[in-house]
């Protein structure tokens, strides 16, 4: 992977003291523990709103982890392109989602620390049902999937439990479900349910909640 924000050492540790600083100003607080695992990748949930990234990267300093998250190619054009890189993006072709599901695979491989953000909604825009390539890329790489959330209600970066996917997605999208019902968004009416895509091929058997 490339070089990042993150693996400057000096500017990483004052950032930590910055990122603390500007949430504890705005209110905000995070809640939960990384993960144990060396490996794993990373949802975070809904996904509303462009202020999700920026506040995401102050909550991940506060952590202090590393992590490269993924993002539409059109934020990585000229002349953001490098900033972006160095924030620890992604472009994501979205034409490719196969392709995108094995190269991550193939980078969960080849590194023996590695954790990378996938929207499951695939855009902060309102969608019928989330994308499945984060389930397929923790399960084709024998990794956990950590839940993690921003709750524009309570003000709260969490990092929330990790799931290892068992092959059976429909079971496992029930629970992964289960854990985001009430976490809100900054726009809470684009929020998208945790559910499978009626075209994916699966039917959703999760219970509907009142």
Known sequence: ???????????????????????????????????????????????????????????????????????????????????????????????????????????????????????PEGTRGKVRSWKTGFYYIAYGANVPIALCFLDYDRKVGGVGPVFWPSGDIVTDMCVIREFYYGIRGKHPEKSSPADISPGSGYKNACMPRK
């Open 1 to 119: 992977m490339h070089y990042t924000i993150f693996d400057t050492p000096v500017l990483s540790s004052l950032l930590y003291l910055v990122s603390t600083t500007i949430l504890k100003i705005f209110g905000w607080k995070k809640e939960g523990c990384l993960p144990d695992v060396s490996k794993y990748v990373v949802i975070a949930a809904p996904h509303t709103s462009n202020w999700d990234l920026p506040i995401t990267m102050l909550v991940a300093f506060a952590f202090k982890t590393k992590i490269f998250w993924m993002g539409k190619d059109a934020i990585f054009r000229f002349p953001f392109g490098h900033i972006m890189r160095w924030l620890g993006g992604i472009h994501v072709d979205r034409s490719k989602s196969n392709n995108m599901v094995d190269q991550t695979i193939q980078a969960f491989n080849s590194h023996e620390r590695l954790a990378i953000v996938v929207p």
